[in-house]
């Protein structure tokens, strides 16, 4: 007798847990399981409590599932981790949240179905793995035509602790199809959402698949630390290298090991083929793919500073808290971060790039992967920049 729909979803879901690859293989997580409980009605967020986007077309909801030592971990940490996602990648808050060992501010889009998968991966992230229970607080934001939603009927097999990615995967399931395909993502709305959940004097603002070097929190707490004491800078933005590896690659521990992958042609500077202006003003080549005097210190330093800008560089920074936020003007591809860093540059700040920093994405960056409406969202951000540009010449009183 042939399997009905429902069987094979559930024959499916089994297949793909045992098939998935194992991103994680600490040995405390390895036979543990998590069993997903059915929604509560207590669990839906309400939209009367909802604060709304300054157009009103999103709405957000701060804390929703907070850390447990929220209050604990930014007030011990110098800086803290900023970033942002759609459901389909939450997993990576996992690897995120053990390498950076500190406070991670997330905002997650969660349009109707999708608030489902996020409240399920959640959950299952927090039991799995302590350190997104104690420093990850999460927020979600979702357009105001589709309300958060979930569904109380869905069953899954225990959860495998080792495998999140596998995990994301299977609970991709509970998501709707209106919401299957994501246009004119609203970055810039979820950076400054997750941005203004952080007190520590600094945040370092990433995409959840740029993933820290381990000990990150550390390090650079101790070299604003000690920056502070000894040279403080108030308009100082901090250059964190950003680079992509094969898609087998193990994830590098240490600048060392990074260089070796570069010397292998398993990691390059991340966009680098796609398009080479978005880390190319760092000239990484020349300046930073050197091996460290200190590979083994406990805080990093400044290998070099940038003396000329050049316009679409896209940096990943370590900023102080008084720097502006990203304009919400842009949604979707194109221009988003970029226009942050123009608003730097004529604030006069210095950038300044660190050595040992790195962070890592995983896959190679190709245009072949990128869906076919980007070329659209591109363009309409680049008008959106040119109104931008006016504005903020006219703004800080430069002429353009």
Not at 101 to 115: E, K, Q, T
Request: with cysteine.
């Amino acid at each position: 007798m042939g399997l009905n729909r429902r069987d094979f979803i559930v024959l499916s879901l089994v297949m793909l847990l045992f098939m998935a690859k194992q991103m994680f293989h600490d040995e405390r997580y390895k036979r543990r399981l998590y069993t997903l409980s059915p929604a509560h009605p207590t669990y839906m967020v309400s939209q009367a409590f909802a604060n709304v986007a300054e157009k009103g077309k999103y709405s957000s909801h701060s804390f929703v599932w907070p850390a447990t030592r929220w209050e604990e971990v930014t007030r011990s940490s110098r800086v803290c981790l900023v970033t942002q996602g759609s459901v389909d990648r939450i997993f990576w808050v996992a690897r995120q949240a053990e390498a950076f060992r500190g406070p991670v501010s997330m905002a997650i889009y969660a349009p109707g179905f999708d608030y489902a998968v996020a409240l399920a991966m959640v959950s299952y992230l927090k039991y799995c793995f302590p350190a997104v229970q104690e420093n990850v607080s999460f927020h979600i934001m979702y357009s105001r035509k589709y309300p958060p939603k979930f569904s109380t009927e869905y069953k899954a097999p225990p959860l495998s602790c080792s495998d999140p990615e596998g995990v994301n995967r299977l609970l991709m399931v509970l998501r709707g199809k209106e919401n299957s395909i994501i246009k004119h993502y609203p970055q810039n709305h979820m950076r400054n959402l997750a941005r203004r959940a952080c007190p520590c004097e600094n945040v370092l603002t990433v995409d959840i698949d740029m993933v820290a070097a381990p000990y990150m929190n550390a390090m650079l707490s101790n070299f604003l630390n000690t920056t502070k004491q000894t040279t403080p800078c108030k308009k100082c933005a901090y250059v964190v290298p950003l680079y992509e590896i094969q898609d087998d690659a193990e994830f590098p521990r240490n600048k060392t090991e990074l260089l070796d992958l570069l010397q292998n042609h398993r990691a390059r500077i991340f966009h680098e083929k796609v398009y080479s202006k978005n880390q190319g003003n760092a000239r990484f080549h020349e300046y930073w793919e050197i091996q460290p005097d200190k590979e083994d210190s406990r805080e990093y330093q400044v290998l070099y500073e940038i003396e000329n800008y050049e316009e679409r560089w896209e940096p990943i920074l370590v900023l102080p808290i008084s720097a502006p936020f990203f304009d919400e003007r842009f949604v979707g591809f194109g221009c988003n971060r970029y226009s942050q860093v123009y608003e730097l540059h004529l604030r006069k700040y210095n950038f300044r790039v660190l050595d040992t920093a790195f962070l890592v994405h995983r896959g190679f960056q190709t245009k072949a992967k990128y869906p076919h409406w980007r070329p659209r969202e591109i363009q309409e951000n680049l008008e959106r920049y040119k109104e931008f540009k006016n504005e903020i010449h006219k703004k800080l009183k430069i002429k353009l």
